[in-house]
């Protein structure tokens, strides 16, 4: 097969969960109020699934939308990465759920376990399967039902999270637009300050433990490493493409709260007006964050054929990652 030098986005899609729970909701559940979510993080709205229907829907009705977007059928897909911390299932992979309700037989389909970072991560091995030429269409999948691991009695991480998923169909490019560069990173010497301990092989669940298997977090310490790593990242895939901070049209940051992504585009020294923002609608939505402002920003018009985006990422891990992308 014939290698590729360039992998470009064919198409973008998301998906949210119907239902959307207001800060007034949330003020009926814990000790918050809207005043103060608003102030600390941003976040008036976000989409939350019904329990129990698993994250596999949404992954794949995004996954239509972007391929509907493309103008290809499922049967033109050949590889399906989704990055999840919430699959529907321990396993099999989420992907080999998305890949079965698509109606496809043969794709390769795995799941990346980045947390926030899912969708970066799984867009830069798809680039990288894409570019080996032994595929040739991908779907890059970021999805997450958080709520399903949320402690919905602890007001430090309730009021954070949404549901939702966002997709990309990828695949070669000669026009020398696509991807011009990526960074992905990881520290895992933080692995404790946000993490769900449950569910895993080191606290199986019993009866003893049912408090253990939802999402723990040192907000603080979080919001510190995140600002510097998202303008790590951005510095990395500049410095690698050889772009200039000037040149970017747009910049993507994860969509994890307002003062984070303000002090991502005051560092980097981006102004407010090419600083892409949903969180205030979504709330956290962990990986489907990137891909589903990706999709919202294209659809709005505020990425145009030719545009040079950023995308900086990062979550539990910690894991951290930047991509630079010409439209
Ligand atoms: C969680 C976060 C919003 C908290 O904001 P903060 O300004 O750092 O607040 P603090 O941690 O200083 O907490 C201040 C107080 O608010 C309280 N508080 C926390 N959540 C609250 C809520 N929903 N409503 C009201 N009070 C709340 C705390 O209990 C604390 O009270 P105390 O001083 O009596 O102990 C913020 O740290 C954050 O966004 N961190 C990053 C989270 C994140 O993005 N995680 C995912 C990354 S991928």
Known sequence: MQAHPHVKILGTGHAVPEKILTNADLEQMVDTSDQWIIERTGIRTRHIAAPGTGVAPLAATAARNAL?????????????????????????????????????????????????????????????LIRTGDFRHALVIGAEVLSSQVDWSDRNTCTLFGDGA?????????????????????????SQLLINPGCGSANPPSPDNLHLHAIRMEGREVF??????????????????????????????????????????????IGEEKVYVNVDRFGNTSAASIPIAIDEARRMGHITSGQLVAAVTFGAGFSWAAGLIRF
């Open 68 to 128: 509907r977007d493309a103008g290809l059928e499922p049967q033109d897909i050949d590889l399906i990465i989704v990055g999840t911390v919430s699959g529907d299932y321990k396993f099999p992979a989420t992907a080999c759920l998305v890949q079965q309700q698509l109606g496809l037989e043969r794709a390769a389909a795995f799941d990346v376990s980045a947390a926030c970072s899912g969708f970066l991560y799984s867009l830069r091995l798809a680039e990288s």
């Open 166 to 190: 966002g997709a990309a169909v990828v695949g070669p490019s000669s026009d020398g637009r696509g991807i011009l560069a990526m960074h992905l990173a990881s520290d895992g010497r933080h």
């Open 224 to 269: 510190r490493h995140a600002v510097a790593a998202m303008c790590d990242g951005l510095d990395k895939v500049l410095a690698k493409s050889g772009a200039r901070l000037e040149d970017i049209d747009l910049l993507i940051p994860h969509q994890a709260n307002l003062r984070i992504i303000q002090a991502v585009g005051k560092k980097a020294g």
